[in-house]
């Protein structure tokens, strides 16, 4: 059973930057798409990023266009989500969620795994 853990998160001033990273253990997540969400107090978890299985495909929510990137580092199983001109509407709890194998998962049903989320705070 692969389980993912988030690092990263934390407080950071509008229009700073944060790197979060999504590790995998107890299983390779190399041949699975991997997504990023987010769920702010009082509100839905929503999308923000997703890439496919082999890194060549992403898609990113309108909200952070322009300013997230993901990305993957296949030979150490890692997925980051770079975020830039960080807006207080940006914090929120962020969960890396892994889908089926061979994947580009992007609708929330179509992830089967999920980490336990980071926080990250932005302040105005």
């Known amino acids: 059973q692969v389980q993912l853990q988030e690092s990263g998160g934390g407080l950071v001033q509008a229009g700073g930057s944060l790197r979060l990273t999504c590790a995998a253990s107890?299983?390779?997540?190399?041949?699975?798409?991997t997504g990023w969400f987010r769920q702010a107090p009082g509100k839905e978890r929503e999308f923000v990023a997703s890439?496919?299985?082999?890194?060549?495909?992403?898609i990113y929510a309108d909200s952070v266009k322009g300013r997230f990137t993901i990305s993957r580092d296949g030979a150490n199983d890692l997925v980051y989500l770079q975020m830039n001109s960080l807006k207080a509407e940006d914090t929120a709890v962020y969960y890396c969620?892994?889908?089926?194998?061979?994947?580009?998962?992007?609708?929330?049903?179509?992830?089967?795994?999920w980490g336990q989320g980071t926080q990250v705070t932005v302040s105005s």
């Open positions: 107890g299983g390779s997540r190399t041949t699975h798409g």
């Open positions: 890439i496919n299985w082999y890194g060549a495909l992403t």
């Open positions: 969620a892994g889908g089926q194998y061979r994947t580009w998962p992007i609708r929330i049903e179509e992830f089967t795994y």
